[in-house]
């Protein structure tokens, strides 16, 4: 066995010279004689600093994968709740503006929006055409800071420091559920999506239960 043999042992099993200090802490208090034996640093005083380390990066994995943890526990419970308040909206009583207000209290984002076009409009106006262009370059939430190019005339005069983008549709029509934050950080492109898509998933539903006529005003 070489030294490097030695050598890539200990590296792949730190936990002999755990086991093993004590023993090297003896046999370099003994080697002490010889100048040459006082150069010689001790396996024990190599490998401890880096078993510590080790243990120290694991501790912040072990701190970072609490945080999301915690992050992640806030955003679907945030998820809940909102969901429950738009379902616990009576049928009749349903239209976009009251989504739209639950929306803004249940997740304290100062602006939201829902523009929506009939499946069975024939000859959209320029609002819906807007709507159409927009959908038919994206099929799941975007976030930005600057608004798609499609519905920029819909957004200019109330949009905030960040948005987010969110299709919705049903059998009766498709359209766009839009957020606004003055927190440009809110928002921001690579945020995840996987949120924003379940609750347009919810509004989705909530809308298909009344026809477009119901809940256009």
Known sequence: MTEKDVIEY????PHFLAKQIEVFQKSS?????TNREEKIISL???QVPQLQQKVRFLENQI????????RNEKIWDSLLKTS?????IKHEHVTTKLIESTLCAQLAVEQCRIFITSRQTRQPNDKEKAILNFLATTDRPRCSIEPPKEIEQ??????????AYVP???SNFQGILIFSSADI????????TQFLERIGSVVSTILDHVSHREIAG
């Open 29 to 33: 208090s003994a080697d002490t004689g």
């Open 168 to 170: 919705i549709s049903s």
């Open 154 to 163: 819909l957004t200019n005069s109330w949009r905030l420091s960040s948005s």
């Open 185 to 192: 950080d809110k928002y921001e492109p690579d945020v995840d």
């Open 63 to 70: 701190v970072e994968f609490l945080d999301n943890g915690r």
């Open 44 to 46: 024990s005083d190599r």
């Open 84 to 88: 429950l308040a738009l379902f616990a």
């Open 10 to 13: 200990l590296e792949n099993n």
